[in-house]
C-alpha cells in the first residue's frame, strides 16, 4: 500500500489536475501554495457567472465554508451542481460545522447535492451528521477522530460518500474500505488553514484517482508525512509552514515511505 500510495503522488506530479477552490478568504494563499508545492495546480473563484464554465476546465471542485455569506454559498451551489452534471469529484469541507444555524442550514443543502468526498475534524464530522456530543470549538476539534466514526459511517450510508476524519490519527472510510494514518505534528495545529490544504490535496488526487478511499489517503499521507518530517527542522509554525511546503514539493519516495505509519482496518 505504502508503494501505491507513493506511485500516486508521483502521477499527481505528472498530471498537475487543475483545481477549482471555493474557499475561505482566510486561507486561499495557503491553499494555492500547498496545491502548487504538491504538483497540482489551483484556481480560486467565486463569481456566479462563471461557476458553470469554471467547472467545465476543472478536473475537480473544493467547497469550503469557513467563510460564508449568501453570494459565496450560491457559487457553492452552481459549482457542486455543475460537477456533478459533469461527473467530476467534489469535496465538502464543513469548516466550523455546528457553530450556527446559518452554518447548519447551508450544510444541510450541500448535503443534498451528495459531495463524493468530505473532509472535516471529528467535531464537524459529528455536527454533521446531527451525532455531536461535543461544542464545535470554532474550526478545532473538541472530539477525538475515532469518536466520529458512527457519525462518518451514518454519512458514508446515507450520502454514498466517502468520508476522512482529520485529527491525531486520520480515518478515511466508505462503504468498503477503511484506513487509518498516523503521521503529522502536533505543532501543525497552529498554522491556520491546515485542514484547508488537506482538502484541497484531497481533490487533486480525486481528480486523477478513481478509487476515492485510495484517493483520500494518498493526500493525507503525503501532508501528514511532509509535516512530520518538516516538524524535524522547524523551530515554530512559522518556519513549519514554510518546511511543509518545502517538504510538499521535494520530498523523496525514500522519506515518504520510512515516515508512513499506515494501517488497513477494511479493504
Request: aromatic share 6%; glycine share 6%.
Given at each position: 500500500m505504502k508503494d501505491l500510495l507513493w506511485k500516486n503522488i508521483a502521477h499527481l506530479k505528472r498530471q498537475s489536475p487543475l483545481v477549482h477552490?471555493?474557499?475561505?478568504?482566510?486561507?486561499?494563499?495557503?491553499?494555492?501554495?500547498?496545491?502548487?508545492?504538491?504538483?497540482?495546480?489551483p484556481i480560486m473563484a467565486h463569481a456566479h457567472a462563471e461557476m458553470e464554465d469554471m467547472m467545465k476546465i476543472c478536473q475537480a471542485l473544493v467547497v469550503?465554508?469557513?467563510?460564508?455569506?449568501?453570494?459565496w454559498v450560491t457559487?457553492?451551489?452552481?459549482?457542486?451542481?455543475?460537477?456533478?452534471?459533469?461527473?467530476?469529484?467534489?469535496?465538502?469541507?464543513?469548516?466550523?460545522?455546528?457553530?450556527?444555524?446559518?452554518?447548519?442550514?447551508?450544510?444541510?443543502?450541500?448535503?443534498?447535492l451528495r459531495p463524493t468526498i468530505i473532509r472535516g475534524n471529528a467535531s464537524e464530522i459529528m455536527a454533521l451528521a446531527n451525532h455531536n456530543t461535543t461544542p464545535t470549538k470554532g474550526?478545532?476539534?473538541?472530539?477525538?477522530?475515532?469518536?466520529?466514526?458512527?457519525?462518518?459511517?451514518?454519512?458514508?450510508?446515507?450520502?454514498?460518500?466517502?468520508?476522512?476524519?482529520?485529527g491525531e490519527t486520520d480515518i478515511i472510510l466508505n462503504q468498503e474500505k477503511e484506513i487509518h494514518l498516523s503521521n503529522g505534528n502536533a505543532l501543525m495545529a497552529?498554522?491556520?488553514?491546515?485542514?484547508?490544504?488537506?482538502?484541497?490535496?484531497?481533490?487533486?488526487?480525486?481528480?486523477?484517482?478513481s478509487d476515492k478511499v485510495e484517493a483520500v489517503s494518498s493526500a493525507m499521507a503525503l501532508l501528514?508525512?511532509?509535516?512530520?518530517?518538516?516538524?524535524?527542522?522547524?523551530?515554530?509554525?512559522?518556519?513549519?509552514?514554510?518546511?511543509?511546503?518545502?517538504?510538499?514539493?521535494?520530498?523523496?519516495?525514500?522519506?515518504?515511505?520510512?515516515?508512513?505509519?499506515i494501517e488497513i482496518k477494511r479493504g
Open positions: 477552490n471555493i474557499t475561505n478568504y482566510v486561507v486561499m494563499n495557503n491553499t494555492a501554495n500547498a496545491l502548487l508545492a504538491a504538483g497540482a495546480s469550503n465554508i469557513g467563510t460564508l455569506d449568501e453570494y457559487s457553492m451551489k452552481k459549482a457542486a451542481t455543475q460537477a456533478n452534471q459533469l461527473q467530476k469529484p467534489w469535496v465538502l469541507d464543513p469548516v466550523g460545522a455546528g457553530a450556527t444555524p446559518y452554518r447548519n442550514e447551508t450544510l444541510a443543502d450541500l448535503l443534498k474550526v478545532d476539534s473538541s472530539a477525538e477522530s475515532n469518536e466520529a466514526v458512527a457519525a462518518a459511517k451514518f454519512l458514508v450510508d446515507n450520502y454514498q460518500t466517502t468520508v476522512c476524519i482529520s497552529k498554522i491556520t488553514g491546515m485542514g484547508c490544504s488537506a482538502t484541497a490535496l484531497v481533490a487533486a488526487f480525486a481528480a486523477i484517482i501528514g508525512v511532509a509535516g512530520e518530517l518538516a516538524a524535524r527542522e522547524s523551530k515554530g509554525p512559522g518556519s513549519l509552514q514554510l518546511n511543509i511546503l518545502d517538504k510538499l514539493h521535494n520530498i523523496t519516495k525514500a522519506e515518504f515511505i520510512a515516515t508512513l505509519k
